[in-house]
């Protein structure tokens, strides 16, 4: 009942796009700030490590090997993701497109910050963007999802194509 009252209800759209905007706004602005404040991950990425060790280790060992051996090493790339993956995240959120996209992609980083031990407003985040998420395209319904969707639909549709031959009935 409440996922159809979220998928399909006109309060709800209203609901979601106020949600949609302020986790776009977040994004986009942790993102812009990234882009053009010389962000580098290489000192979160080696606090995260850190914090692997010890009797009560904050970050999975599995994690921290993966940054060890994954991110770091490839700091460079993870220099232009992050900041450029939060700033696409939020200008998807923010102009409706892609919307459920947009928050599944927001919802992967704020585990993987989440994951290092870096914990802030990712819960909150998380929470909201599964109900973006739950939501589907009721979610972008007031944005550029509106016209972008139903092109997609269309232009993905399965089109019957024309038999070569057809079968004749036997006498």
């Known amino acids: ?6 998928r399909k209800n006109q309060i709800a759209m209203c609901l979601l796009t106020v949600v949609r905007i302020y ?3 977040t994004w986009l602005k942790g ?5 053009t404040g010389g962000f580098d991950a290489g000192g979160f990425l080696k606090g995260a490590i850190a914090k692997a060790s010890g009797e009560h280790p904050a970050v999975q060992h599995w994690w921290a090997a993966f ?3 994954g ?11 992050i900041p450029l993956g939060e700033t696409l995240v939020g200008l998807g959120l923010l102009l409706g ?3 459920t996209l947009a928050a599944l992609m ?3 980083m704020n585990f993987a910050f989440l994951f290092s031990d870096s914990v802030s407003v990712n819960p909150q985040m998380i929470l909201l963007e599964m109900i973006l998420v739950a939501a589907a395209a009721n979610a972008g319904r007031i944005g550029l999802d509106y016209w972008i969707m139903p092109y997609l639909r269309t232009l993905f549709s399965k089109k019957p194509t024309p038999s070569a031959s057809t079968p004749h009935e036997s006498i």
């Not at 993102?31 to 882009?35: A, E, F, Q, R, T």
């Open 23 to 25: 986790l776009g706004y």
């Open 31 to 35: 993102g812009i700030k990234k882009l």
């Open 1 to 6: 009942m409440f996922n159809n009252w979220l």
């Open 106 to 108: 927001g919802m992967v």
């Open 67 to 69: 940054l060890k051996h």
């Open 97 to 99: 497109t892609f919307a």
């Open 71 to 81: 991110a770091l090493p490839g700091v460079k790339l993870f220099n232009v993701l």
